[in-house]
């Protein structure tokens, strides 16, 4: 019996060994852990390079600095922020379920996280209502969106989000008592329960939601009316195509915007509200929060690398010819030249 509880003790391992109220050490080892280790740390390193790519390219060249791509360059902040902060510690968390950085920050990592991430929905929603405004009046739209309302908007996003997200921590205790979550040193929970996930899914989901998905099934109401006069003339020569195309279109990409969000953002609501108390422990949370980082690696592949605008930009990034030439030179839009 000694020898048998020798050799426990030395398999057991402790987040901090020294101090006797330490967590153990969960060390997933094997090569199905290894190899998701290694998945999720490239997600993060593409999720910080592309839209480190996108920021670079608006911060730039003088031709993207319009209200439109302002909303996507804080879009591009929020989700940079995602894979540069919150997916590396989260990684971390996974590989031996230890919290290495004290109570302070396991009280502000949350509200932090939550804070990117709604100031992402956010962007999402403003990006929508500018889109709207676009194709809908065109003609008063230079008028009624400008830069400065813009960053206005931005401002209110960012700060309706740092505001909206301390206020729900704090109601849920997190804030100030993480030691009543918590059972030993090393450990970092969040714990939410099913009211608070009523009232998250409400104002973080389903407001947001309903609003990004009326507006472009609006935009592609207004698309279709648009493409059929624009196409009446080729219509004969084109047999049509003309027209059918230019609805295929823009049914494909606001198809992508619309699945894409909603596909990412239901799991994670439905599994909160499926509980009367969910923790950040448990598998199904941390398996649809990863989802929802994931979106900040999907973002720039729908807002910006879709344009041709974009793949210019990437071009002179790369190869490093950005310093080479002046950003009010170069233009990124051949076609209308």
């Known amino acids: 019996m000694d020898i048998t ?11 901090f060994p020294d101090n006797n109220l330490s967590c153990i050490m969960v060390v997933r080892t094997g090569p ?7 998945f999720l740390s490239c997600i993060s390193v593409c999720t910080v390079f592309l839209n480190l790519l996108v920021i670079i390219s608006i911060s730039h060249f003088k ?3 319009t209200p439109t791509n302002l909303l996507v360059l804080s879009l591009a902040v929020a989700d940079l922020l995602v894979g540069l902060i919150v997916m590396p510690v989260k990684i971390m968390e996974l590989v031996d379920n230890c919290w290495y950085l ?3 920050a396991c009280s502000l990592f949350p509200v ?21 405004i676009a194709i809908n009046d065109p003609l008063l739209y230079s008028t009624k969106i400008t830069v400065f309302k813009t960053s ?9 989000s740092v505001l909206y997200n301390f206020l729900f921590y704090y ?20 714990a939410q329960d099913f009211s608070s996930s009523i009232a998250d ?8 939601c309903s609003v990004i998905i009326l507006l472009y099934m609006k935009i592609f109401k207004v698309a279709i009316q648009q493409a059929k006069t624009v196409n009446a003339v080729e219509y004969d020569n084109a047999h049509g195509r003309g027209v059918k195309g230019s609805k295929n279109k823009a049914a494909k990409t606001l198809g992508i915007v619309i699945c894409v969000y909603v596909a990412i953002w239901i799991p994670y609501y439905i599994s909160s509200v499926s509980f009367e108390s969910i923790t950040s422990l448990s598998v199904v949370w941390t398996v649809f929060s990863w989802l929802i980082y994931t979106n900040s690696t999907v973002n720039p592949l729908i807002y910006a690398i879709f344009y041709p605008w974009f793949r210019i930009s990437v071009k002179y990034i790369i190869t490093c010819r950005i310093f080479d030439s002046s950003p009010s030179k170069v233009n990124l839009f051949p076609e209308c030249s």
């Open 201 to 208: 899914l409400v104002i973080s989901f389903i407001c947001p």
């Open 152 to 160: 206005m908007f931005i401002v209110i996003n960012w700060s309706c």
């Open 32 to 38: 199905g852990n290894m190899l998701l280790f290694i």
């Open 5 to 15: 509880e020798d050799q426990h003790n030395m398999t057991v391992q402790y987040c």
């Open 63 to 65: 031709q993207l600095h």
């Open 112 to 132: 932090i996280v939550y804070i990117i991430v709604s100031a992402s929905n956010g962007s999402l929603v403003f990006i929508a209502i500018d889109r709207y």
């Open 171 to 190: 109601f849920e205790g997190h804030l100030l008592q993480t030691e009543k979550f918590t059972s030993c040193i090393g450990e970092c929970v969040v």
């Open 102 to 104: 004290g109570k302070t």
